[in-house]
C-alpha cells in the first residue's frame, strides 16, 4: 500500500523535483568533467590532489579559451537557474509539510523519509548559505559543492528518489543520458 498524506500529493511533488534534482545534476556533472578534463589537457599543473573542481575551474577561469569559457557559463547557469530553483522548492516544499518531518525516525515503512528530509533541511540550508556568498558577486565560480575536497558543509543525503519512489509504490526511476546529445 503506498503511503499517502492528508494532501494526496506531498510526496509526488517531493518525488518530482528530486527527480529533478538528479538529472540536472547529472547534466552538470557531465558538463562539469568535459571542462576538467579539457582544462588539464591544456594545463596539467591544474590536476592537484585535494583540489576541488570549483576551485580549478575559477583559478583558469580569466584564461579559458571560448569553448571552456561556454562550459564553465552553462555549469554555472545550471546552477544559477537550475539547481537553485530546485533546491528553493524542496526548502519550500520541506517548510510546508507538516507531516513526514515528525514521522518518528522509528517507523518502519516512513522513517527512512524523515531522517533523510531532516538531512535534506541542512544541506539545503548550508548549501543556500554557501551559494549566496560564493555565486553572485563571483562570476568565476560555477559549482556550489559541499562534501567535495573543501568540506564546506553536509553533502546531498543520497537515495532520496529511491526512498520516496518505494513509499510511493513507484518503481525506480532509470535514467540514461544520452550518448550523442
Known amino acids: 500500500m503506498p503511503a499517502t498524506d ?101 517507523r518502519r515503512r516512513l522513517g527512512s523519509i524523515a531522517l533523510f528530509l531532516a538531512q535534506l533541511e541542512a544541506h539545503l540550508l548550508l548549501w543556500h548559505a554557501k551559494y549566496e556568498a560564493w555565486i553572485p558577486a563571483h562570476e568565476e565560480h560555477c559549482l556550489v559543492y559541499l562534501a567535495d575536497e573543501q568540506q564546506h558543509g553536509l553533502g546531498f543525503p543520497p537515495n532520496g528518489s529511491t526512498l520516496v519512489s518505494r513509499a510511493l509504490g513507484h518503481p525506480p526511476l532509470i535514467t540514461r543520458r544520452p550518448t550523442n546529445a
Do not use: C
Open 6 to 106: 492528508s494532501s494526496g500529493g506531498l510526496l509526488t511533488e517531493l518525488l518530482a523535483l528530486l527527480r529533478a534534482g538528479d538529472v540536472a545534476f547529472d547534466v552538470q556533472s557531465a558538463l562539469r568533467d568535459r571542462l576538467y578534463t579539457a582544462l588539464v589537457a591544456r594545463r596539467p599543473e591544474l590536476a592537484k590532489p585535494g583540489v576541488g573542481y570549483d576551485e580549478i575551474f575559477a583559478d583558469a577561469y580569466s584564461g579559458m579559451p571560448p569553448g571552456e569559457r561556454i562550459l564553465h557559463v552553462l555549469i554555472r547557469a545550471y546552477t544559477v537557474h537550475t539547481i537553485k530553483a530546485i533546491n528553493d522548492d524542496l526548502i519550500g516544499w520541506l517548510r510546508a509539510d507538516t507531516y513526514f518531518r515528525a514521522l518518528s525516525p522509528a
